[in-house]
């Protein structure tokens, strides 16, 4: 499974919304995700990475393609 | 039991109050961790009477003013117990004095460890929490957090604080199952008030409605209540065992 596949299951399965809604270009905000629902996926997917993201890093990525940029620059 | 197959972490818990809440939890099932930030000798021994008694405990050194000491605590409780279901924020120091002979050192010790400590320890386990979508915490804040006390202004203003830190966070988690409650203990007979000069200590008694100091156990008891499933509509509060001193 490519990075980007990985990202889409894990923000399906931790905002419960539609594989067909989450695109490279949709915002976490556009799938009605609270600030919350945003830390939740940083940790789920520093899990699958095995990743450590610095909370700078985390504040910046509001959307899936900027979680999946961050991932292929930083593994 | 009410709290079977649960792991809870007491801070502080070599003496005093943090002991009646170790006693008390692992009475209802849970399995305590007992923190300790120096005397490993009492902590063992609250340790030993836990498995007397039936239960399950392990003592774990931890300062928890220091982040890196506290990130071990959860660490080495989430290693051998699987998870961490309830945290009792209950370490904490006095360094009493009038404003104006306190020690800028006095103010930082007390607020590192009764407020910084706090917040070290809930953001710690949070994570877990939040990942299990439930946890507890009950921190043991203090009617003097509601009233003030002259003397105690440092002591005091870290007891408030923990009270506002309750509430946030407890706002903050309630959508995830995470329940925040606090305890705010009047006078109870701990090795923290017995320095006091003993008519001061006659003097605070007759001022408490229900006319005799609190007992650990009196502490032990709410604590073991709002850490319950048996409190499960219950958070954000503030529940003060105080024998009426504050109300
Ligand atoms: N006794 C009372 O009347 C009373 C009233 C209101 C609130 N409280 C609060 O209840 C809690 C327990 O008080 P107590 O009366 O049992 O006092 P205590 O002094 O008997 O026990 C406090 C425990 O906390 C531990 N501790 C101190 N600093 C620590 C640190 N940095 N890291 C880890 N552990 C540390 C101590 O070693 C001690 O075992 C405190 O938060 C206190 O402020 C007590």
Same mark, same amino acid.
């Given at each position: 499974?490519g990075v980007?596949? &990985?990202v889409k299951?894990?923000v399906?399965?931790?905002?419960g ?7 490279l270009?949709?915002s976490?905000?556009e ?7 945003i830390v939740?996926l940083?940790m ?6 095995d990743l450590?993201i610095?909370?700078?890093e ?10 999946? &940029?961050?991932i &292929?620059?930083?593994? | ?14 003496r005093?109050l ?15 961790? /007992?923190? =300790?930030?120096g ?7 609250v340790?030993h009477?836990?498995? $007397?008694a039936?239960?399950r405990?392990?003592? !774990?050194?931890? #300062?928890v003013?220091?982040?890196?000491d506290?990130?071990?605590l959860?660490?080495t409780?989430? +290693?051998?117990?699987?998870?961490? +279901?309830?945290?009792v924020?209950?370490a904490g120091? $006095? ?10 050192? +006095?103010? #930082? $010790?007390?607020?590192a ?6 917040f070290?320890?809930t953001? *710690? ?8 979508r *439930? ?6 804040a203090?009617v003097?957090g509601?009233?003030g006390?002259?003397g105690q202004?440092? =002591?005091a203003? $870290?007891?408030?604080? !923990?009270i506002?830190l309750?509430k946030? /966070? *407890? ?6 199952? %995470?329940? !925040? ?5 009047? =006078?109870?007979?701990? #090795?923290?008030? #017995?320095?006091?000069p003993d008519e001061?200590?006659n003097?605070? @008694?007759q001022? %408490?409605?229900?006319?005799?100091v609190?007992?650990?156990r009196?502490? @032990?008891?709410?604590v073991a ?7 499960? =509509? ?10 009426g001193?504050?109300?």
């Amino acid at each position: 499974m490519g990075v980007f596949e &990985k990202v889409k299951s894990i923000v399906v399965d931790q905002l419960g919304v539609d594989e067909d809604d989450v695109t490279l270009e949709t915002s976490f905000e556009e799938l009605n995700a609270d600030s919350l629902d945003i830390v939740e996926l940083i940790m789920a997917l520093e899990e699958e990475f095995d990743l450590d993201i610095p909370d700078e890093e985390a504040e910046k990525i509001r959307t899936v393609g900027d979680a999946v &940029k961050y991932i &292929k620059e930083n593994q | 039991m009410l709290l079977n197959e649960s792991v809870a972490i007491v801070t502080g818990a070599a003496r005093g109050l943090g002991r009646a809440i170790a006693l008390e939890l692992a009475a209802g099932g849970a399995q305590v961790v /007992v923190n =300790y930030a120096g005397s490993e000798a009492k902590a063992l021994q609250v340790v030993h009477e836990i498995e $007397a008694a039936g239960g399950r405990g392990m003592a !774990v050194q931890a #300062d928890v003013s220091l982040a890196g000491d506290v990130d071990r605590l959860v660490k080495t409780a989430q +290693d051998a117990c699987g998870k961490v +279901d309830i945290l009792v924020n209950n370490a904490g120091i $006095a360094r009493d004095n009038l404003i104006l002979r306190m020690k800028e050192g +006095d103010w #930082d $010790a007390v607020l590192a460890t009764n407020l910084k400590g706090v917040f070290l320890c809930t953001k *710690a386990v949070a994570k877990g929490m939040l990942k299990r979508r *439930a946890g507890v915490i009950v921190n043991i804040a203090s009617v003097v957090g509601i009233s003030g006390n002259a003397g105690q202004a440092n =002591y005091a203003a $870290a007891k408030a604080g !923990v009270i506002g830190l309750t509430k946030s /966070v *407890a706002k903050e988690l309630a959508p995830r199952g %995470i329940r !925040v409650n606090a305890v705010a203990p009047g =006078y109870i007979l701990t #090795d923290m008030t #017995d320095i006091l000069p003993d008519e001061v200590k006659n003097g605070i @008694a007759q001022t %408490i409605p229900l006319g005799r100091v609190g007992e650990p156990r009196d502490v @032990a008891k709410a604590v073991a209540f709002l850490a319950s499933p048996d409190a499960a =509509y219950i958070t954000g509060q503030t529940l003060c065992v105080d024998g009426g001193m504050e109300m």
